[in-house]
C-alpha cells in the first residue's frame, strides 16, 4: 500500500500542475479577449497618467481629510444610490428573490439607514449582493461579453459592458438633480470616494499593469456574470484522496 505522505506529495503535485495549468489557460483566453491591445494600451496610458498626476493625489487628500467615519458614511450613500441599478436588472434578468433583497434593502436604507448612511438592510437580513449591471442583463439575454476595452477616463470595460453602463447611467438618481453645480459636485464626491477605497489595492498589483488590471477585471466580470460559481477542477482528486 503507497504510503500517506507519498500520496499527499503526489495530490500537491498535482494541484500545483493543475493550477498552473489553469492560469495559463485563462491567460490564453484573456489574450483572446483583447484584439484591441495597442489601442487599449494607449488608452491605459492615458488613463495611468491622469490618475497619477491629477485623481490620485486629490484621492489621498480626499482621505486624509475625512475622518474614517464620515467617508465610510459617504460610500455607503454611492452604494444606496447603486440598489436602484441592481433591483431593476434583477427583474430584466428573472431574478425576482434577489430583486426583492436588493429593493428592500434600498428601501430600509433610504429611510431608517438616513439616506443609506448606515445599511441597516444588512443588520435586518438583507445582506449586500455582487451588484447587476444592464452588461449582465444583456449577457443574461444570450449577448456575448464582447472585446475587452478600454475606455478613456472610465477605464477597464467590454464592449457589452460600456454599452450597459450608458443605460445604467440612465437609472443614477444624481442624473436627476437640476441644480447643475450640486449634481457636478455629487459626481465629484462619488469619483473620488471609488477612487480612495482603491488606494489600499495597488499594493497587490505586480509585473505589467496593464496585463495586471485587464485580467483582474476580466476575471472579476466573468465572476459576476456567472454569480459567483466556481467550477471545482479537483473534486476527482480529493475523492480519491
Known amino acids: ?104 434593502r434600498f428601501l430600509v436604507n433610504t429611510t431608517v439607514g438616513l439616506v443609506g448612511m448606515y445599511d441597516v438592510a444588512k443588520k435586518v437580513g438583507l445582506p449586500k449582493s455582487d451588484g447587476e449591471d444592464f452588461g449582465q442583463t444583456l449577457n443574461a439575454w444570450g449577448v456575448s461579453e464582447g472585446p475587452y476595452l478600454v475606455l478613456p477616463f472610465l477605464g477597464p470595460s467590454t464592449v457589452t459592458a460600456a454599452a450597459g453602463s450608458a443605460v445604467d447611467s440612465q437609472l443614477d438618481p444624481v442624473r436627476r438633480i437640476d441644480h447643475v453645480p450640486t449634481r457636478n459636485t455629487t459626481y465629484g464626491v462619488g469619483l473620488l470616494d471609488t477612487r480612495a477605497t482603491l488606494l489600499e489595492a495597488e499594493e497587490l498589483i505586480s509585473g505589467d499593469k496593464y496585463t495586471f488590471m485587464r485580467d483582474a477585471y476580466l476575471q472579476r466580470r466573468d465572476y459576476l456574470i456567472n454569480d459567483g460559481e466556481v467550477q471545482d477542477n479537483f473534486g476527482s482528486a480529493d475523492e480519491e484522496f
Not at 497618467?49 to 486624509?64: F, T
Not at 427583474?91 to 428592500?104: E, F, H, P, R
Request: aromatic share 10%; glycine share 6%; with cysteine.
Open 1 to 104: 500500500m503507497e504510503p500517506k505522505i507519498l500520496k499527499i506529495a503526489k495530490l500537491a503535485c498535482l494541484s500545483l500542475v493543475c493550477t498552473v495549468s489553469l492560469a495559463a489557460h485563462a491567460e490564453d483566453d484573456f489574450q483572446q479577449q483583447d484584439p484591441w491591445e495597442g489601442f487599449n494600451r494607449k488608452m491605459f496610458a492615458f488613463n495611468d497618467s491622469l490618475d497619477r498626476y491629477v485623481l490620485k493625489p486629490a484621492a489621498k487628500g480626499y482621505e486624509k481629510v475625512l475622518p474614517d467615519y464620515v467617508e465610510q458614511r459617504v460610500s455607503n450613500v454611492f452604494s444606496n444610490l447603486g440598489e436602484i441599478s441592481n433591483f431593476i436588472n434583477d427583474l430584466l434578468q428573472g431574478k425576482v428573490s434577489q430583486a426583492g433583497n436588493d429593493g428592500g
